[in-house]
C-alpha cells in the first residue's frame, strides 16, 4: 500500500517507537511531513495501515530527475518489525521496481 501525505504522520509516530532500527525511514518521512530538508520524490509503501509491520522508502519513478545526490539513482530504504513482512512487501508488484539498478540504503 502507497501512503498518501496525509497518512505519514501516522507512519512517522510508529516508526518512532522502534529506534534505532527505524532511524533512516522515520527521517526521511519525517521530513516530508515537515516540508523541512524534504527529499523531493519519495514514496513510502508498507504491508499494512496504520499498523505496520514493514515499510520501504523509496524514489519515485517518476521523480528521476530530481533525485537527490545522496540516492544516486532508484535508492530504497527499509524497516521492518518482521522479516517475513518485509520480504512479502519487496515482492509485492508495483513496490520496487526490478528492472532497474537498485542501491539499497541501510
Known amino acids: 500500500m502507497k501512503l498518501t501525505v496525509e497518512q505519514l504522520p501516522t507512519l512517522v ?3 518512532k517507537n522502534h529506534f534505532p532500527a527505524s532511524l533512516n525511514v522515520y527521517y526521511f518521512a519525517r521530513n516530508t511531513v515537515s516540508q523541512q530538508h524534504a527529499w523531493p520524490g519519495l514514496e513510502f509503501h508498507v504491508d499494512t495501515y496504520p ?3 514493514a515499510c520501504v522508502c523509496r524514489t519515485a519513478s517518476s521523480s528521476r530527475t530530481d533525485i537527490p545526490p545522496l540516492f544516486n ?3 530504497v530504504y527499509t524497516f521492518s518489525k ?3 513482512k518485509l520480504a512479502e512487501l519487496i515482492a509485492t ?3 520496487i521496481d526490478w528492472t532497474e ?3 539499497f540504503g541501510s
Open 13 to 15: 509516530a510508529e516508526l
Open 51 to 53: 499498523n505496520v509491520n
Open 73 to 75: 539513482g532508484y535508492t
Open 82 to 84: 518482521d522479516p517475513q
Open 93 to 95: 508488484e508495483g513496490v
Open 101 to 103: 539498478s537498485i542501491s
